[in-house]
Nanobody, 115 residues
Framework: QVQLVESGGGLVQPGGSLRLSCAASRSIFSFNVMGWYRQAPGKQRELVVTITRSGITNYADSVKGRFTISRDNAKNTVYLEMNSLKPEDTAVYYC?????????WGQGTQVTVSS
């Protein structure tokens, strides 16, 4: 069973930054794709960014230029660097990984952007 453990969420003021981490229980290259989704209260879960095994990224328009996904292969960890945060970025952020046959989700970490 794959485990994805997120960390790094919290409360930040508008314009601030946070870095989320997602530690996988096996090599991140065993997945076809990894990424981050988010879900705000009363809304559906939405894509933030994904990265394929070959390194191709896909960002939501709402975060382009502000968020950056990266990975540390040796640590089996994927990161989400979030800058210039806005109140509308407030949500639970979920780490995602996928293979041809399976999808995996972390437990989520809360990000709140408020003054």
């Amino acid at each position: 069973q794959v485990q994805l453990v997120e960390s790094g969420g919290g409360l930040v003021q508008p314009g601030g930054s946070l870095r989320l981490s997602c530690a996988a229980s096996r090599s991140i290259f065993s997945f076809n794709v990894m990424g981050w989704y988010r879900q705000a209260p009363g809304k559906q879960r939405e894509l933030v960014v994904t990265i394929t095994r070959s390194g191709i990224t896909n960002y939501a328009d709402s975060v382009k230029g502000r968020f950056t996904i990266s990975r540390d292969n040796a640590k089996n960890t994927v990161y989400l660097e979030m800058n210039s945060l806005k109140p509308e970025d407030t949500a639970v952020y979920y780490c995602y990984s996928g293979t041809v046959t399976m999808n995996y989700w972390g437990q989520g970490t809360q990000v709140t952007v408020s003054s």
